[in-house]
């Protein structure tokens, strides 16, 4: 999801601050999809990295290494891991997810085919595992792979929650904390374990990058009832469409009528959907101000995220990794 959609960018900033780190995360990336036998590879992943990411996970990485003293080079191999991870993960959600426009562009999936994106995908993963193994801490090796387990299992997870109308809150968390705060999580907290950091400024760390994925997977299930289109890079609706369920829709079923039930039911659970049933389910939220009490929670996540970090040591890093707690939720208003 784009971070575009808001005047002050304190993830442009953080960029503009790790700008040589950023440089050499990018020309490794380059250097290790590269493939001598089979060019498919370059050609399906160059179409995804170069589609306008903006590197955030990886430049958490970076940020809590730099964050916590360290001068040494294989943060910059770790950020670059992270990154191949992510790739991996959205090659192959947008298969899952029979996905066409993935930020604003057509997605691999689409131009090439399902083989294509899965096999590359899993390259990627293989790519990933051998760059984490070159930092030689057995710490980083395990947090990465554990992460990487994690994001499959919530996933797989995904798949039979998000139709099934029994999927409460709980659920949902549990959902979003192994598909998207995992990879968050272990990106700030690998940075701090390669710098040799006091393990409670770790576990800050990853108390942080959890907090920050929840909060941003809650801000994206938002937007996607009330976003814009041209910045999303997602037409409105289209969770309900892919009968996803949402955190705002699972707020709107915990209090739903009988007649409302049903409309979910046959709508969520059957997938038999007709003209005007977006705008009732729209209805629906508005009746139980469901997407109000969503962005309350995404907010309350941003904060979560900016209190773990407030035992760090008073740093510029630290100001701007907390801007980015509240840009994530900016985004919302």
């Known amino acids: 999801m784009s971070l575009d959609d808001a005047a002050t960018k304190p993830h442009e900033a953080l960029a503009r601050l790790l700008q040589q780190e950023l440089a050499a995360v990018n020309g490794l990336i380059q250097e ?24 955030l996970r990886p430049m958490l990485t970076l940020a809590a290494a730099r964050l916590c003293g360290y001068d040494g080079p294989y943060h910059v191999h770790l950020a670059a891991t992270v990154e191949f991870i992510h790739t991996a993960t959205l090659l192959h959600d947008d298969v899952v997810d029979e996905s066409r426009q993935r930020r604003g562009r057509p997605t691999a999936n689409l131009l090439w ?9 899993d390259y990627l993963f293989s790519r990933s595992f051998q760059l984490m193994t070159e930092t030689g801490n057995i710490d980083v090796l395990r947090i990465l792979s554990n992460a990487s387990a994690t994001i499959a299992e919530g996933e797989v997870l995904q798949l ?14 549990q959902v979003v904390r192994g598909k998207t705060a995992a990879l968050f999580s272990a990106a700030t907290e690998v940075g701090g374990v390669i710098a040799g950091a006091d393990p ?12 920050l994925g929840i909060a941003f997977q809650i801000a994206d299930d938002l937007l996607d009832y009330q976003g814009d289109s ?3 890079g997602k037409n409105v609706g289209d969770d309900f469409r892919e009968r996803k369920l949402t955190l705002p829709v699972i707020k709107a079923v915990a209090q739903a009528t009988g007649d409302e039930r049903a409309f979910w039911v046959r709508t969520i659970e059957k997938g038999k959907q007709a003209d005007g049933d977006l705008d009732r389910a729209l209805a629906i939220m508005d009746k139980y101000d469901t997407l ?17 970090i407030a035992t760090l040591p008073e740093h510029e890093i630290r100001t701007l990794l ?9 985004r919302l208003a």
């Open 322 to 330: 907390g801007d980015i707690a509240d840009y994530v939720v900016a």
């Open 200 to 211: 409670a400024h770790v576990q800050a760390l990853f108390d942080y990058g959890d907090a």
């Open 292 to 308: 109000r009490a969503t962005r309350a929670d995404a907010m309350a996540w941003a904060d979560k995220a900016k209190t773990a």
């Open 32 to 55: 290790r999809m590269a493939s001598q036998h089979a060019p498919r590879i370059p050609e399906v992943t160059a179409h995804l990295v170069g589609a306008g990411g903006k590197r």
């Open 160 to 173: 039979t929650a998000a139709t099934d109308l029994r999927t409460d809150e709980s659920i949902y968390l």
């Open 230 to 232: 041209k910045t999303t």
């Open 113 to 121: 085919d399902n083989k294509s994106s899965v096999l590359v995908g």
